[in-house]
């Protein structure tokens, strides 16, 4: 590894060469990844004061999440900064995770790369274990004072214990001072640090506040409070109380291995055969296929996995490539899922008070040379959300928020190679990131994400991930466009219903008083000028986790009608006023639930309601409501049920076919009259 | 007719219009109905009074629709506010109207445009005016200047003022109504009527002592006149027989001036003949006094071209004078302010302009 004195002295003149490689000779020494990093601070993202400050609360959180989630934990992070010179300012993060054991304690926060996920398989936020020990020594050199670190495991008999940290850059070796035992007043477990870093605090889109909001969107189960210099705290709430699936631990993928990943799992395996260490340290190798690598690869069987020489691995390299092997598993990732990115939006959100909340997408996973990922993407629409610039995209890997370098990142690359004008957001020219009042988040998870570099803040492109990125999004733009579409159309038909439930009867009202004359009845005269039957949602807020839905429908025809509604609703919310309505038939596994009104009389109208309660309840969106039973002209206020609904409603409409051609002249009619206008 | 026999048959008829609403209703049908179509499409030459006026075509207003039947719903509303204040004999602005309509419910008014179309529609309908109705128009805004004689009301009862020696330099300003019964007009010295656009050329003609020197009444118009300032015009022409003449800008919307003074507004075609006077003549600023004149100019916006190519195909302006001078116009994509005159000094259009243009006209 290069050092700066060396490379300065190489300016010497020529002719006195011998003699200086000599004298070189007696500087040139190792020096520790931790002088290298003091030196390229850039690299870990510690380049600018504002940025060193969020980084190290990044780092920070990202393994309070990761060491709560590991241990099956429902997250409380407490993140607090204040300023405590002009620009040193001293932060204090605090977890309730499981604890470190005092004697890992100096390891951990005082050295760098030091850590329990960098050989494991698996999705988690933390990888290299340089993140929290680079912080430390940053705020070692650029304030002098030592991190303090408390920690407190699990058990009766346990006690927290505290010390002061420094890095020894030189050896890369933490220094412990006043490291003491004590009673940690009111908590059980957990893990807090505190050290002073030169920074500086700013407010706006690469701030503290919004990493930790954006991170609370995509960790809807963690519950983060920051206190800020100025002394606000702001809360955000735990929105679930459902612990993502934890992750699981996978062996290495053959496909995409390279000659030096092979050689080094090769001289770590317990196995006693070439054979087994193929069959047992990989996934997705079977029997069959081993002696398929071997065949091809011409290396003995029997030979132990440590003999095998750099010729050996190039030759079962090249077997692998021609051997046709399974995708490595992908139940080693944890997407979040539609329900809950959508519920941490909303949950984070609500104040910019969305018009619609497009149902997130969460693909199914692909793998590429050997590591599996996901993708998922969300879109936001309406509301307060600013109208007049570009969208704004919150980008995330593997749980945390990336705020730096939205330019080189992959995330954004597919969202400005998307035509966005075809699903109602403004672009110009078709390309770029577009206009209009919407967020649109997409995560990335994957076993290893690929960064663009050490400080982890954009995703390295691929064309598989672009395409996954494209298709996830399309699928959400497209669920945008037809609510823009339900809107537009709702707009136009809400004018009739002001016609008939307002302006009519209001005017007959006022007729009647002025002639001294009855209220007229205007039942036939609305049933000539809507002909149709209404569905008009109301959803009424009690509390937090309580909704009234209520459906009234309306029919404003001249006969007897029957209309079967369908809705899919959060299963896990509803309750006994859902089964007991009397319009009520079934509800699916799906949380597919069915009505029937049958022969509702002209002129007359009934209602469909039920609560929901619970945490998912403000996830369901009443407008999302289909019919079936009656054509689709003859309907307002809902959708058509689609036929990949997979529930009954089709035989309906048969039955009623007669009873429908007839109503169909009349609709044409109307229409007739409405053209003559 | 009598005050309050108009008013009565105002009240009739505006009855009527609530009773069809009504009986629709209460017959199950859709509420309609017919309104005169008042756009320049519907408007003909009445060649009895010389005027244009509203055809036959009809429109008809369904409560199918939300404008259909927000406008039924305040023709019921201000049918029943009208009822009241002759019941009550208040009268009251079209503005205070626009206000009242706060607690209307859907027939609110936006603005006062919808207001004053409302009731220029009950006119249309029941056929009587607006006054018939006690609502008035907030003021005119319209000035006179010249050696005539007005009796009008006061609050001290009927008094005489001379238009030079009883008014300050701004002139006499004209009341809503002009009917004889509160307003009575003596010619006195006047030879003619000339209106004016601006405000500004008003001023100078008054300062060069024009009026004085030609017997000339001057009117300012403060832009697209109102009804009391035709119908005054109107009256200064047909019972004291003095000459109308009209000098505006050299723009489109000008044209339009003239033509609601001369020819009948189309907004209140259905009264043309009680408010156009058919013989008024143009002075300028015409498409040829640019030209002639050598005039100062402005280019012509993009809305001033779409207002001439309005103007082509109104009926009113198609005559050869008109077709000529709006083509002119818009081959030289040139407009330009009376007041440019000024290019020659500030006596040029009283010492030479206006002479001219008057003699030629024979009304000098």
């Known amino acids: 590894m290069p050092s700066e004195e060396v490379t300065n002295e190489k300016a ?32 870990l993202g510690f380049d600018s004061r504002s940025k060193s400050l969020l980084m190290g609360i990044k780092e920070a959180v990202d393994n309070s999440l990761d060491a709560c989630e590991e241990a099956g934990i429902l997250p409380d992070v407490s993140v607090r900064v204040e300023k405590v010179a002009d620009e040193d300012y001293r932060i204090c993060i605090e977890d309730n995770g499981p604890g470190i054991v005092h004697k890992m304690m100096p390891n951990v926060f005082g050295r760098l790369l030091y850590g329990s996920r960098f050989h494991a398989l698996r999705q988690s936020r933390g990888q290299q274990g340089i993140g929290i ?50 009673n940690w007043e009111g908590k059980e477990h957990g893990t807090s640090i505190e050290y002073t870093i030169k920074g500086r605090y700013v407010n706006g889109k690469q701030s503290v506040f919004e990493y930790l909001k954006d991170t609370a969107i995509v960790n809807p189960h963690a519950q983060i409070t920051f206190h800020d210099p100025d002394g606000t705290k702001t809360v955000f709430e735990r929105a679930t109380d459902t612990m993502p699936p934890k992750p699981k631990e996978i062996k290495p993928h053959p496909e995409g291995m390279e000659i030096g990943d092979l ?133 995330f890997a593997n749980r945390v ?50 960064f663009t570099s050490e400080g982890k803040e954009a995703v390295a492109n691929f064309p598989e991930l672009q395409s ?39 005017m007959a009202r006022k007729c009647a008083e002025h002639l001294d004359r009855p209220v007229p009845n205007l039942d036939r005269t609305i049933s000539r000028i809507m002909n149709v039957v209404w569905i008009e949602p109301t959803v009424k807020r009690e509390g937090k986790k309580l909704r009234t839905v209520t459906y009234t429908v309306y029919n404003y025809t001249t006969l007897p009608r029957t209309i079967r509604l369908h809705a899919r609703l959060p299963k896990e919310s509803v309750n006994l006023t859902l089964f007991s309505h009397q319009c009520f038939l079934d509800m699916n596994d799906e949380g597919k639930a069915n009505w029937e009104i049958a022969d509702l009389p002209p002129s007359t109208s009934t209602t469909v309601s039920f609560e929901l309660t619970g945490d998912m309840a403000d996830t369901f969106d009443a407008d999302d409501i289909y019919f079936s039973g009656l054509s689709t002209t003859m309907v307002m206020g809902a959708e058509t049920l689609p036929g990949d609904w997979g529930i009954k409603g089709l035989e309906i409409v048969q039955t009623d076919e007669s009873d429908l051609v007839e109503e169909d002249e009349e609709e044409t009619m109307e229409a007739e009259d409405l053209g003559d206008e | 007719m009598a005050t309050n026999e108009r008013q009565q048959l105002a009240l009739d008829s505006l009855t009527g219009v609530v009773e069809g609403i009504y009986d629709q209703m209460d017959d199950g049908q859709i509420p309609t109905m017919e309104v005169p179509l008042r756009s320049k499409k519907n408007i003909e030459f009445d060649a009895k009074h010389n005027v244009w006026k509203y055809g036959d075509l009809r429109t008809s207003r369904t409560a199918k ?72 128009p907030e003021e005119s805004g319209a000035h006179v200047y010249g050696d005539l004689n007005f009796t009008t009301m006061t609050k001290k009862g009927m008094k005489t003022m001379n238009c030079i020696d009883d008014v300050s330099e701004a002139g006499f300003a004209v009341p809503y109504k002009v009917e004889e019964d509160t307003f009575q007009i003596d010619p006195g010295n006047t030879r003619f009527v000339m209106a004016i656009e601006t405000g500004g050329m008003f001023a100078r ?84 006094d640019i030209l002639n004149y050598d005039l100062p100019t402005d280019k012509l916006s993009d809305k001033d071209i779409g207002a001439l190519n309005a103007e082509l195909s109104d009926p009113r302006f198609k005559d050869e004078y008109w077709t000529n001078e709006i083509q002119a116009m818009l081959s030289m994509k040139k407009k330009s302010e009376q007041q440019a005159l000024a290019k020659y000094g500030l006596d040029f259009v009283t010492d030479r302009y206006l002479p001219e243009k008057l003699t030629d006209m024979g009304v000098l």
């Open chain 1, 133 to 182: 020990s680079a912080t430390v020594m940053y705020g070692n050199i650029t304030t002098g004072k030592p991190a303090h670190v408390i920690s407190k495991i699990e058990g009766e008999d346990e006690v927290a214990w505290g010390m002061d940290i420094v890095i020894d850059t030189k050896t890369n070796r933490p220094i412990v001072t006043n490291d003491k035992a004590f």
């Open chain 1, 263 to 395: 050689l080094k799992y090769a001289g770590n395996s317990q196995q006693k055969t070439v054979r087994a260490f193929l069959r047992n340290d990989f996934s997705r190798i079977t029997d069959r296929i081993a002696t398929e690598i071997l065949e091809k690869s011409k290396v003995k069987e029997d030979k132990k996995p440590e003999k095998i020489t750099r010729d050996d691995a190039i030759a079962i390299l090249e077997a692998i490539k021609t051997v046709k092997i399974m995708a490595p598993p992908t139940d080693c990732l944890s997407p979040i899922g539609d329900t809950l990115i959508k519920k941490g939006l909303m949950h984070v959100l609500d104040g910019l008070r969305p018009e619609y909340y497009a149902t997130p997408v969460t693909r199914s996973p692909k793998a590429v040379n050997g590591n599996p990922f996901v993708v998922e993407a969300g879109i936001v629409y309406g509301g307060d959300i600013p109208s007049d610039g570009q969208v704004q995209i919150l980008r």
């Open chain 2, 65 to 136: 629709t939300v404008n259909g039947a927000t406008m039924m719903l305040r023709t019921v509303y201000t049918s029943d506010f009208i009822n009241e204040m002759i019941r009550d004999n208040k009268s009251s602005t079209l503005r205070e109207m626009y206000y009242i309509s706060e607690g209307w419910n859907h027939a609110k008014f936006h603005s006062q445009d919808e207001s004053n179309l409302l009731a220029e529609d009950l006119e249309t309908i029941t056929g009587c005016m607006r006054e018939d109705f006690k609502l008035r």
């Open chain 1, 401 to 450: 928020p990336l705020l730096y370098q939205q330019g080189a990142c992959a995330i954004t690359k597919a969202i400005s190679e998307m035509d966005w004008r075809r699903y109602g957001l403004e672009q110009r020219g078709g390309k770029g990131i577009p206009f209009g009042p919407a967020i649109i988040l997409v995560h990335v998870a994957s076993t290893k994400v690929p």
């Open chain 1, 468 to 506: 996954e990125i494209g298709l996830a999004l399309r699928l959400c733009a497209r669920n945008l466009k037809s609510h823009l579409n339900k809107m537009e159309r709702k707009n136009k038909t809400h004018a009739k219903f002001e016609i008939v439930q307002e302006i009519l009867p209001d």
């Open chain 1, 12 to 43: 010497a003149p020529k002719e006195r060469k011998t003699a200086i490689a000599h004298k070189l000779a007696t500087k040139q020494q190792e020096i520790s990844v931790t002088e290298f990093f003091e030196k390229n601070k850039q690299i």
């Open chain 2, 205 to 288: 003609l008054i300062e060069n002592g024009f009026p004085e020197k030609y017997g000339c009444a001057l009117i300012h118009l403060a832009g697209q006149p109102a009804r009391s300032t035709r119908r005054l015009i109107k009256r200064l022409n047909e019972e004291h027989n003095l000459p109308v003449t009209v000098f505006t800008d050299g723009d489109p919307w000008s044209f339009r001036i003239y033509a609601s003074v001369a020819y009948g507004a189309i907004k209140t075609a259905h009264i043309s003949e009680f408010l156009a006077t058919p013989t008024a003549q143009f002075i300028g600023t015409t498409a040829s």
